[in-house]
């Protein structure tokens, strides 16, 4: 990714308290990037280091490529000082990334729009890209394209903004505590918005209420005159919300929420809804399935509200608003429904991704949830996997695990019918070799990312061929 974003070297050292070691304060740059081999000329490069990779080793690259400048932990052994041009500045740091945040915190603090940030354990993305379509209608927008959720994606989607924008509208996502409070310092939210608290990264996070702690690091680290808004279904989270000084706005199925769903029914073109808001109702049609959806709609709408705008307004927008952006995905055949939902797994999306396929009107067909691991559970795996498999046991007729915890699955879901396998591969020879029917299925399909589950969609599509 890149940023297209003019400024000066006295503008990047101010803002990173770096130590200029080569060029001088003059010397200006009309963008930022973090991939050397993604650079124009007149840039300013990053040297971030990674699992895999470290920027420092590609400085010589980037130089030869056109940047006018690289922040930097350290000149690397094989950079003279001599080779370094005049014209280009060298801008020390203690911590490139961090150093990162710096420069995008220190631009944020010198444009006029606000900003929403949005995080959760799942329906973040969704929720983005709706609130983004509705807000799109009344005022001028900018959001984080794909994923760019994190301590390198929102800095650098702060850094590419215009200025002229009224609102920009941030999904934050954490996998280790810190990085939600440090996304809100540097993002600096006029409104902040949790989608749902599940247990999700548990290596880092510990537990569900680690997982609390940090996603309402959010609400913690805002401005207090600030909005906050959240799912009032979940105690734990509606408990918490009360702490915080911000103004709150609650959405949820329950009675009680600010923007209660009291019902809603699917119908062939997508789903009406009957919402409550301060004593008004209205009932609304929306292009889209499932109840998950519905709920996601729902804090879109809560975050609009928030904006400032009026309920009327909002609801008469919501039949425009397109579900482009579905990462569970039906996919139809004759004698075949795939349910694609293989992006990525955790226990509050698995838990989702079931109950659509409870709810999904199946005919004479059997329900079938092929479910690969959840990664990123530490000492909770085997629990939680017992856990989905006990659920797919009240969804499923049928199912298929994948993975390490598959005898985890198995063990929840029980005496029913169900095969599993150690691995995705082995799952798919099984399939090439026409071992498994499932023909006249609606079949779910789910998993981490790690497991590849979109290799089983394929060949499911494909009939095992």
């Given at each position: 990714?890149?940023?297209?974003?003019?400024?000066?070297?006295?503008?990047?050292?101010?803002?990173?308290?770096?130590?200029?070691?080569?060029?001088?304060?003059?010397?200006?740059?009309?963008?930022?990037?973090?991939?050397?081999?993604?650079?124009?000329?007149?840039?300013?490069?990053?040297?971030?280091?990674?699992?895999?990779?470290?920027?420092?080793?590609?400085?010589?690259?980037?130089?030869?490529?056109?940047?006018?400048?690289?922040?930097?932990?350290?000149?690397?052994?094989?950079?003279?000082?001599?080779?370094?041009?005049?014209?280009?500045?060298?801008?020390?740091?203690k911590d490139t990334l961090y150093a990162l945040g710096e420069l995008a915190r220190y631009v944020r603090s010198l444009d006029s729009y606000k900003v929403?940030?949005?995080?959760?354990?799942?329906?973040?993305?969704?929720?983005?890209?709706?609130?983004?379509?509705?807000?799109?209608?009344?005022?001028?927008?900018?959001?984080?394209?794909?994923?760019?959720?994190?301590?390198?994606?929102?800095?650098?989607?702060?850094?590419?903004?215009?200025?002229?924008?009224?609102?920009?509208?941030?999904?934050?996502?954490?996998?280790?505590?810190?990085?939600?409070?440090?996304?809100?310092?540097?993002?600096?939210?006029?409104?902040?918005?949790?989608?749902?608290?599940?247990?999700?990264?548990?290596?880092?996070?510990?537990?569900?209420?680690?997982?609390?702690?940090?996603?309402?690091?959010?609400?913690?680290?805002?401005?207090?005159?600030?909005?906050?808004?959240?799912?009032?279904?979940?105690?734990?989270?509606?408990?918490?919300?009360?702490?915080?000084?911000?103004?709150?706005?609650?959405?949820?199925?329950?009675?009680?929420?600010?923007?209660?769903?009291?019902?809603?029914?699917?119908?062939?073109?997508?789903?009406?809804?009957?919402?409550?808001?301060?004593?008004?109702?209205?009932?609304?049609?929306?292009?889209?399935?499932?109840?998950?959806?519905?709920?996601?709609?729902?804090?879109?709408?809560?975050?609009?509200?928030?904006?400032?705008?009026?309920?009327?307004?909002?609801?008469?927008?919501?039949?425009?608003?397109?579900?482009?952006?579905?990462?569970?995905?039906?996919?139809?055949?004759?004698?075949?429904?795939?349910?694609?939902?293989?992006?990525?797994?955790n226990l509050g999306s698995m838990a989702v991704a079931l109950e659509y396929l409870e709810n999904f009107p199946k005919g004479d067909f059997r329900k079938?949830?092929?479910?690969?691991?959840?990664?990123?559970?530490?000492?909770?795996?085997?629990?939680?996997?017992?856990?989905?498999?006990?659920?797919?046991?009240?969804?499923?007729?049928?199912?298929?695990?994948?993975?390490?915890?598959?005898?985890?699955?198995?063990?929840?879901?029980?005496?029913?019918?169900?095969?599993?396998?150690?691995?995705?591969?082995?799952?798919?020879?099984?399939?090439?070799?026409?071992?498994?029917?499932?023909?006249?299925?609606?079949?779910?399909?789910?998993?981490?990312?790690?497991?590849?589950?979109?290799?089983?969609?394929?060949?499911?599509?494909?009939?095992?061929?």
């Open positions: 990714m890149i940023a297209r974003r003019v400024l000066s070297t006295e503008d990047v050292v101010r803002a990173t308290k770096g130590i200029l070691l080569n060029g001088d304060m003059g010397i200006t740059f009309s963008g930022v990037t973090t991939d050397s081999r993604n650079v124009e000329p007149g840039f300013l490069f990053f040297a971030l280091k990674g699992k895999r990779f470290d920027g420092h080793e590609f400085i010589k690259e980037a130089i030869a490529s056109g940047v006018k400048g690289a922040v930097v932990e350290r000149m690397p052994d094989y950079l003279r000082w001599d080779d370094l041009p005049r014209d280009v500045s060298i801008i020390l740091v929403i940030a949005i995080t959760g354990s799942c329906g973040k993305t969704t929720t983005k890209e709706m609130t983004y379509q509705i807000l799109s209608k009344f005022y001028k927008c900018g959001k984080n394209e794909a994923n760019f959720n994190n301590l390198i994606g929102v800095p650098m989607t702060i850094l590419a903004q215009d200025r002229d924008k009224d609102w920009v509208i941030l999904e934050i996502a954490t996998n280790s505590p810190g990085e939600i409070a440090r996304l809100t310092e540097i993002t600096n939210p006029d409104l902040g918005a949790i989608t749902c608290v599940y247990a999700a990264h548990l290596e880092g996070l510990k537990s569900l209420e680690g997982v609390l702690e940090e996603k309402t690091s959010l609400f913690a680290k805002m401005k207090e005159d600030g909005t906050i808004v959240y799912f009032y279904d979940q105690e734990n989270l509606r408990e918490r919300a009360k702490n915080f000084p911000q103004t709150k706005i609650s959405f949820g199925f329950e009675k009680g929420a600010d923007l209660w769903i009291e019902r809603f029914e699917e119908v062939e073109e997508g789903a009406k809804i009957s919402l409550v808001w301060s004593e008004k109702k209205r009932e609304v049609f929306a292009k889209l399935k499932g109840r998950h959806q519905v709920l996601n709609l729902s804090a879109s709408i809560a975050i609009a509200l928030g904006t400032g705008l009026e309920f009327e307004e909002v609801c008469e927008k919501l039949p425009e608003i397109e579900e482009f952006y579905s990462r569970l995905k039906v996919i139809k055949t004759e004698n075949l429904v795939v349910l694609d939902d293989t992006y990525n797994a079938v949830a092929i479910l690969g691991d959840m990664k990123e559970l530490g000492e909770f795996a085997k629990s939680a996997h017992q856990s989905i498999g006990e659920l797919a046991g009240k969804v499923a007729d049928f199912a298929i695990f994948v993975g390490e915890h598959a005898q985890d699955y198995r063990a929840g879901f029980g005496k029913g019918d169900c095969l599993t396998f150690e691995t995705t591969e082995a799952l798919l020879e099984a399939l090439k070799q026409g071992k498994i029917d499932l023909s006249r299925c609606v079949v779910l399909v789910k998993g981490s990312r790690a497991m590849g589950m979109e290799r089983v969609v394929l060949a499911l599509l494909e009939g095992g061929r």
